[in-house]
Protein backbone atom coordinates (compact mmCIF):
# COMPACT_ATOMS: atom_id res chain seq x y z
CA UNK A 1 0.00 0.00 0.00
CA UNK A 2 1.52 3.28 -1.41
CA UNK A 3 1.15 6.07 -0.08
CA UNK A 4 0.76 7.84 -3.64
CA UNK A 5 -3.07 7.38 -4.75
CA UNK A 6 -3.02 5.09 -7.98
CA UNK A 7 -5.74 4.32 -9.92
CA UNK A 8 -7.68 0.83 -9.74
CA UNK A 9 -5.92 -0.20 -13.07
CA UNK A 10 -2.40 -0.10 -11.58
CA UNK A 11 -3.04 -1.30 -8.66
CA UNK A 12 -4.50 -4.52 -10.09
CA UNK A 13 -1.54 -4.56 -12.82
CA UNK A 14 0.63 -4.57 -9.65
CA UNK A 15 -0.46 -7.60 -8.23
CA UNK A 16 1.34 -9.83 -11.07
CA UNK A 17 3.33 -11.43 -8.41
CA UNK A 18 0.40 -11.80 -5.67
CA UNK A 19 1.13 -14.53 -3.99
CA UNK A 20 4.09 -13.59 -3.52
CA UNK A 21 4.77 -13.63 1.01
CA UNK A 22 1.10 -15.25 1.24
CA UNK A 23 0.45 -18.14 3.27
CA UNK A 24 -1.89 -19.48 1.16
CA UNK A 25 -1.60 -19.83 -2.72
CA UNK A 26 -5.02 -21.51 -4.51
CA UNK A 27 -5.00 -23.34 -7.27
CA UNK A 28 -8.24 -22.44 -10.42
CA UNK A 29 -10.14 -25.99 -9.17
CA UNK A 30 -10.11 -24.45 -5.19
CA UNK A 31 -11.09 -20.95 -6.04
CA UNK A 32 -13.79 -22.57 -8.67
CA UNK A 33 -15.12 -24.74 -5.43
CA UNK A 34 -14.63 -21.56 -3.01
CA UNK A 35 -16.74 -19.72 -5.34
CA UNK A 36 -19.62 -21.84 -5.93
CA UNK A 37 -19.77 -22.56 -2.36
CA UNK A 38 -19.85 -19.13 -1.31
CA UNK A 39 -22.44 -17.96 -4.16
CA UNK A 40 -24.63 -21.13 -2.26
CA UNK A 41 -24.15 -19.46 1.09
CA UNK A 42 -24.73 -16.10 0.10
CA UNK A 43 -28.08 -16.86 -1.76
CA UNK A 44 -28.98 -18.95 1.61
CA UNK A 45 -28.08 -16.00 3.44
CA UNK A 46 -26.28 -18.47 5.83
CA UNK A 47 -24.45 -17.55 8.50
CA UNK A 48 -20.26 -18.00 8.68
CA UNK A 49 -18.94 -21.75 8.86
CA UNK A 50 -15.96 -21.51 9.53
CA UNK A 51 -15.00 -17.68 11.10
CA UNK A 52 -16.78 -16.17 13.78
CA UNK A 53 -18.78 -12.83 13.47
CA UNK A 54 -15.79 -10.65 15.00
CA UNK A 55 -13.54 -12.30 12.85
CA UNK A 56 -15.73 -12.11 9.63
CA UNK A 57 -16.19 -8.09 10.63
CA UNK A 58 -12.74 -7.85 10.87
CA UNK A 59 -11.51 -9.82 8.09
CA UNK A 60 -14.38 -7.92 6.03
CA UNK A 61 -12.89 -4.47 7.13
CA UNK A 62 -9.51 -5.34 6.20
CA UNK A 63 -10.81 -6.37 2.56
CA UNK A 64 -12.69 -3.37 2.37
CA UNK A 65 -9.67 -1.36 2.45
CA UNK A 66 -7.87 -3.42 0.39
CA UNK A 67 -10.25 -3.00 -2.47
CA UNK A 68 -12.49 -0.48 -0.97
CA UNK A 69 -15.78 1.35 -1.96
CA UNK A 70 -15.48 4.46 -3.42
CA UNK A 71 -16.82 5.78 -6.90
CA UNK A 72 -16.83 1.75 -7.85
CA UNK A 73 -18.37 -0.91 -5.31
CA UNK A 74 -15.06 -2.84 -3.32
CA UNK A 75 -14.59 -6.01 -2.14
CA UNK A 76 -17.79 -5.69 0.39
CA UNK A 77 -19.62 -5.47 -2.46
CA UNK A 78 -18.61 -8.13 -3.97
CA UNK A 79 -18.92 -10.70 -1.25
CA UNK A 80 -15.57 -11.60 -0.67
CA UNK A 81 -15.63 -12.32 3.13
CA UNK A 82 -18.06 -15.61 2.07
CA UNK A 83 -15.29 -16.44 -0.01
CA UNK A 84 -12.85 -16.12 2.72
CA UNK A 85 -15.16 -18.17 4.99
CA UNK A 86 -15.16 -21.27 1.97
CA UNK A 87 -11.97 -20.91 1.23
CA UNK A 88 -10.55 -21.46 4.93
CA UNK A 89 -13.12 -23.98 6.03
CA UNK A 90 -11.04 -26.88 4.21
CA UNK A 91 -9.27 -29.01 6.96
CA UNK A 92 -5.73 -28.95 4.79
CA UNK A 93 -5.99 -25.07 5.35
CA UNK A 94 -6.55 -24.72 8.78
CA UNK A 95 -3.08 -24.36 9.67
CA UNK A 96 -3.58 -20.67 7.54
CA UNK A 97 -6.78 -19.80 9.35
CA UNK A 98 -4.73 -20.15 12.55
CA UNK A 99 -2.02 -17.54 11.26
CA UNK A 100 -4.28 -15.31 9.96
CA UNK A 101 -6.24 -15.52 13.43
CA UNK A 102 -3.01 -14.93 15.21
CA UNK A 103 -2.16 -12.05 13.01
CA UNK A 104 -5.75 -10.60 13.66
CA UNK A 105 -4.96 -11.02 17.47
CA UNK A 106 -1.53 -9.13 16.27
CA UNK A 107 -3.60 -6.17 14.41
CA UNK A 108 -6.10 -6.09 17.20
CA UNK A 109 -3.09 -5.67 20.01
CA UNK A 110 -1.78 -2.53 17.63
CA UNK A 111 -4.96 -1.39 17.37
CA UNK A 112 -5.49 -1.18 21.33
CA UNK A 113 -1.94 0.08 22.38
CA UNK A 114 -2.38 2.81 19.72
CA UNK A 115 -5.74 3.82 19.19
CA UNK A 116 -7.18 2.51 22.55
CA UNK A 117 -10.24 0.63 20.94
CA UNK A 118 -10.42 -3.27 20.09
CA UNK A 119 -11.45 -3.65 16.62
CA UNK A 120 -9.67 -2.69 13.59
CA UNK A 121 -13.69 -2.08 12.05
CA UNK A 122 -13.43 0.44 14.91
CA UNK A 123 -10.90 2.63 13.01
CA UNK A 124 -11.50 5.26 10.91
CA UNK A 125 -10.24 4.62 7.28
CA UNK A 126 -7.35 6.76 7.29
CA UNK A 127 -6.25 5.12 10.73
CA UNK A 128 -7.25 1.16 8.83
CA UNK A 129 -4.93 2.44 5.78
CA UNK A 130 -1.95 3.54 8.21
CA UNK A 131 -2.17 0.22 10.33
CA UNK A 132 -2.01 -2.24 7.09
CA UNK A 133 0.66 0.33 5.52
CA UNK A 134 2.43 -0.94 8.90
CA UNK A 135 1.85 -4.50 8.20
CA UNK A 136 1.86 -4.53 4.69
CA UNK A 137 4.86 -6.69 4.73
CA UNK A 138 3.60 -9.30 7.22
CA UNK A 139 2.67 -12.73 5.70
CA UNK A 140 -0.83 -11.65 7.14
CA UNK A 141 -1.45 -9.00 5.04
CA UNK A 142 -0.11 -10.53 2.18
CA UNK A 143 -2.74 -13.64 2.53
CA UNK A 144 -5.66 -11.28 3.28
CA UNK A 145 -4.68 -9.25 0.27
CA UNK A 146 -4.27 -12.17 -1.60
CA UNK A 147 -7.69 -13.72 -0.62
CA UNK A 148 -9.56 -10.27 -0.99
CA UNK A 149 -8.72 -10.37 -4.96
CA UNK A 150 -9.02 -13.78 -5.73
CA UNK A 151 -12.90 -13.03 -4.11
CA UNK A 152 -13.27 -10.14 -5.89
CA UNK A 153 -12.11 -10.98 -9.43
CA UNK A 154 -13.31 -14.96 -9.67
CA UNK A 155 -16.06 -15.82 -11.90
CA UNK A 156 -19.31 -14.73 -11.13
CA UNK A 157 -20.75 -17.76 -12.21
CA UNK A 158 -19.22 -19.61 -9.39
CA UNK A 159 -20.03 -17.01 -6.56
CA UNK A 160 -17.07 -14.71 -6.45
CA UNK A 161 -16.95 -11.46 -8.09
CA UNK A 162 -20.30 -10.73 -6.99
CA UNK A 163 -22.89 -8.80 -9.85
CA UNK A 164 -19.39 -8.61 -11.94
CA UNK A 165 -17.85 -5.91 -9.76
CA UNK A 166 -14.79 -7.04 -10.14
CA UNK A 167 -15.09 -6.82 -14.00
CA UNK A 168 -16.64 -3.69 -13.97
CA UNK A 169 -13.72 -2.32 -11.50
CA UNK A 170 -11.23 -3.04 -14.34
CA UNK A 171 -13.76 -2.35 -16.94
CA UNK A 172 -13.60 -5.97 -18.53
CA UNK A 173 -16.91 -7.04 -20.91
CA UNK A 174 -17.25 -10.64 -21.01
CA UNK A 175 -17.10 -11.60 -24.39
CA UNK A 176 -20.34 -13.72 -25.82
CA UNK A 177 -17.80 -16.12 -26.97
CA UNK A 178 -17.42 -17.64 -23.54
CA UNK A 179 -20.79 -18.72 -23.60
CA UNK A 180 -22.11 -21.98 -24.58
CA UNK A 181 -22.69 -23.58 -27.45
CA UNK A 182 -18.97 -23.30 -28.42
CA UNK A 183 -18.03 -23.70 -32.00
CA UNK A 184 -19.37 -22.01 -35.20
CA UNK A 185 -21.33 -19.85 -32.95
CA UNK A 186 -18.03 -17.93 -31.93
CA UNK A 187 -17.16 -16.61 -35.50
CA UNK A 188 -20.97 -16.23 -36.45
CA UNK A 189 -21.19 -14.07 -33.06
CA UNK A 190 -17.82 -12.48 -34.16
CA UNK A 191 -18.87 -11.62 -37.59
CA UNK A 192 -22.26 -10.14 -36.54
CA UNK A 193 -20.42 -7.44 -34.78
CA UNK A 194 -20.19 -8.96 -30.93
Same mark, same amino acid.
Given at each position: ??????? %? =????????????????? #??????? &??????? @??????? $?????????????????? %?????? @???? $?????????? /????????? @??? #??????? #? %? @? #??????????????????????????????? &???? /??? =????????????????? =????????????????????????? $? /???? %???
Amino acid at each position: MSHSTIN %R =RQFLSSTASLAKGSLLV #LSVPAIV &TACREAS @ESRQQES $AFVNLGAEEAAEYSAIAA %RIIPSD @ETPG $ATEAGVIHFM /DNVLGDPER @EPV #LEALRDG #L %R @E #LQYQVATEHGLSFFSELNAQQQDALLSANEN &TPFF /DTM =RYLTIAGTFSLPEYGGN =RNNIGYNIIGFEKPGGWAPPFGFYD $A /DYRE %RGG
